[in-house]
């Protein structure tokens, strides 16, 4: 098994030039769940995409260049979709992929895996499921991102008093490690 530490270099080197992008500044400053960014948020994908892969031993079936660019660029939106359009984003959810993919188009020679796994990430609200298994990866470390970033940040730890302040869920880890 890869050590977290690991996990974040592989991250690293697939994903450098996504990471550096000048673009990568508005992720940092938008809100995607509760207090994360979509900056982090991507970060907290590609990151469990990885551990998945190889929890589940899928390296000899997997292009990790692929799995790991893909979830760094699934939610490539480039809007904080909490004040867009005068806060109309009702469908957001059901667009964003689509606005993902040409955004990475745009910045970033991508192929066909990675564009799929951006623009089918959102499964079934998404009409379209992924083509390659990385698509299938990136969309349920996306949703269990995404739950663990919403829901879980309210629940209590098991164990463990409420800290003063927000209530942090357990997939918080890799944000204290950096």
């Known amino acids: 098994m890869l050590s977290d530490e690991r996990m974040d270099q592989i991250i690293h080197h697939y994903g450098k030039d996504i990471l550096?992008?000048?673009?990568?500044?508005?992720?940092?400053?938008?809100?995607?769940?509760?207090?994360?960014?979509t900056y982090d948020h991507s970060l907290r994908v590609a990151r469990l995409s990885v551990k998945i892969a190889d929890r589940l031993r899928l390296w000899n079936?997997?292009?990790?260049?692929?799995?790991?660019?893909?979830?760094?660029?699934?939610?490539?939106?480039?809007?904080?979709?909490?004040?867009?359009d005068n806060g109309a984003h009702r469908l957001h959810g059901f667009r964003h992929p689509y606005t993902a993919e040409a955004n990475a188009?745009?910045?970033?020679?991508?192929?066909?895996?990675?564009?799929?796994?951006?623009r089918t990430h959102m499964f079934p609200l998404t009409p379209?499921?992924?083509?390659?298994?990385?698509?299938?990866?990136?969309?349920?470390?996306?949703?269990?991102?995404?739950?663990?970033?919403?829901?879980?940040?309210?629940?209590?730890?098991r164990g463990h008093a409420p800290a003063a302040g927000k209530r942090r869920c357990r997939c918080r880890r890799a944000d204290r490690r950096r």
């Open 128 to 157: 379209v499921p992924p083509k390659y298994l990385e698509g299938v990866i990136v969309n349920i470390a996306d949703t269990l991102s995404a739950v663990c970033e919403t829901v879980g940040a309210r629940l209590p730890r």
């Open 20 to 37: 550096a992008h000048a673009h990568m500044d508005i992720e940092r400053r938008s809100m995607q769940h509760g207090d994360v960014t």
């Open 61 to 84: 079936h997997v292009n990790l260049r692929a799995l790991v660019r893909a979830a760094l660029l699934h939610d490539y939106f480039l809007y904080d979709w909490h004040d867009y």
């Open 105 to 118: 188009r745009a910045d970033f020679q991508i192929d066909d895996i990675v564009a799929n796994s951006i």
